[in-house]
């Protein structure tokens, strides 16, 4: 689907229009259906079960991405034609970096059982900072990926395009990065950020490798086009931040708590959706006052 993406049905860059990105959006949902129902008949109804809640866990903390990378391409001022491309990247990068950290904390828990109240904890203190900030602070200034990238090569001063490299730039030969390169660098480290939140709340659903990474990359792959899709509403759901906030502190309970009492995986499903179903309900219902 990326590869069709990529070289079929965006091959050039420009505006993603709303009802396009619906439509995307949608696909993709169909598609993580379609796997669930392929692992219900494949491995029964507990593993589909356990693929949904990691789902729907996973694109639900994705949700909080989607306003760090409206921060990142305002601060930066890409153009919209442009940032697809540089999601595109963003993404396919991350689909690597988790599994490498997806195999790590599994095999982790398998040896070393005690992680899984390091990793609780860590969510509950997540959640916490979360509820408090209102939302995961970004400086993209302050990124250590961008002060590297500046160290080890010059920089042009405007966007060349769509273009990541360049050669040669106002009369200078050599090679060039171009500031979209800067970009993509901010979203790959932003989302390892990320990933220490989101990898441990799907693993407080299972320890299944298979189950954690596949809900991973359909949360991840829909992302994309989400983005697009939602971008221009993401100030109307105010309350989601608190939802999210509640969300990583009740699967950080479930995960410490899972020697003494463990939580049915349909219990935890329908605790998600119901916080996610209220703190949206409640955004509509209870809007910002004008200035």
């Given at each position: 689907m990326l590869v069709l993406d990529l070289l079929v049905f965006h091959r050039h860059s420009r505006v993603v229009r709303s009802r396009e990105a619906l439509a995307w959006?949608?696909?993709w949902i169909v598609l993580a259906t379609a796997f669930a129902g392929v692992l219900f008949f494949w491995q029964g109804r507990q593993i589909a079960l356990e693929f949904v809640t990691g789902y729907v866990l996973e694109l639900s903390l994705s949700i909080d991405n989607l306003f760090i990378f409206l921060v990142i391409f305002r601060y930066f001022a890409v153009p919209e034609q442009h940032q697809r491309k540089v999601l595109?990247?963003?993404?396919?990068g991350a689909l690597f970096m988790r599994a490498a950290f997806i195999l790590a904390g599994v095999g982790l828990i398998q040896r070393f059982h005690w992680i899984l109240y390091v990793l609780g904890a860590l969510l509950i203190y997540s959640g916490i900072r979360l509820g408090?900030?209102?939302?995961?602070?970004?400086?993209?200034?302050?990124?250590?990926?961008?002060?590297?990238?500046?160290?080890?090569?010059?920089?042009t001063d405007d966007f060349q395009g769509g273009h990541f490299f360049v050669r040669g730039w106002?009369?200078?030969?050599?090679?060039?990065?171009?500031?979209?390169?800067?970009?993509?660098?901010?979203?790959?480290?932003?989302?390892l950020l990320f990933a220490v939140d989101s990898i441990p709340a799907v693993l407080a659903v299972t320890l299944n490798a298979f189950i954690v990474y596949t809900s991973n990359v359909f949360a991840i792959l829909g992302l994309?086009?989400?983005?697009?899709?939602?971008?221009?509403?993401?100030?109307?759901?105010?309350?989601l931040h608190t939802g999210l906030a509640l969300v990583l502190i009740l699967?950080?309970?479930?995960?410490?708590?899972?020697?003494?009492?463990?939580?049915?995986?349909?219990?935890?499903?329908?605790?998600?959706a119901l916080v996610l179903l209220v703190s949206i309900v409640a955004s509509?219902?209870?809007p910002p006052k004008a200035a």
């Open positions: 959006s949608a696909l595109f990247w963003g993404i396919l408090f900030s209102g939302e995961h602070q970004v400086d993209p200034a302050r990124n250590p990926a961008v002060r590297a990238l500046r160290r080890l090569m010059p920089v106002k009369g200078n030969p050599g090679l060039y990065a171009t500031p979209l390169l800067v970009v993509l660098a901010v979203i790959e480290t932003t989302d994309r086009s989400m983005y697009f899709a939602v971008s221009r509403l993401m100030n109307v759901f105010r309350f699967v950080g309970v479930k995960m410490i708590a899972a020697d003494y009492y463990r939580v049915p995986t349909l219990l935890t499903l329908g605790v998600i509509v219902a209870l």
